[in-house]
């Protein structure tokens, strides 16, 4: 499975962006798909992530009230909708999937075996 992320980019605080994740390679289905984000000499961190075949979301509790994760079936790809967006939200956002996520596994990195590369995220006061 190869992952294409996009949608970063540069807005001030309060502002909205929405991040892509494409697949390819594969259809998601029975597949979780996350956001993390990690910022330079920092540990990855769980923002998101989303259950193909039940809906089932999980999201940090940093985020949560803010950001909304989405699939898309027909273009197969995952959304992250984050809105109202603050200073400390800048970093790098990855995304990430694998098959056959539990709901107790899904905000842990080492479950998503696929990772696409980073968009950055920046957040300006």
């Known amino acids: 499975v190869q992952l294409q992320a996009s949608g970063g980019g540069y807005v001030q605080a309060g502002g909205s962006l929405r991040l892509s994740c494409a697949a390819s390679?594969?259809?998601?289905?029975?597949?979780?798909v996350a956001w993390f984000r990690q910022a330079p000499g920092k540990e990855r961190e769980f923002v998101a992530a989303i259950r193909w075949n039940d809906r089932v979301t999980a999201y940090s509790q940093s985020v949560r009230g803010r950001f909304t994760i989405s699939r898309d079936n027909v273009e197969n790809t995952v959304y992250l909708q984050m809105d109202r967006l603050k200073p400390e939200d800048t970093d790098v956002y990855y995304c990430?999937?694998?098959?056959?996520?539990?709901?107790?596994?899904?905000?842990?990195?080492?479950?998503?075996?696929?990772w696409g590369q980073g968009t950055l995220v920046t957040v300006s006061s």
């Open positions: 990430a999937t694998s098959q056959g996520v539990i709901i107790s596994a899904m905000k842990n990195p080492t479950t998503y075996h696929y």
């Open positions: 390679g594969r259809t998601f289905r029975t597949y979780t």
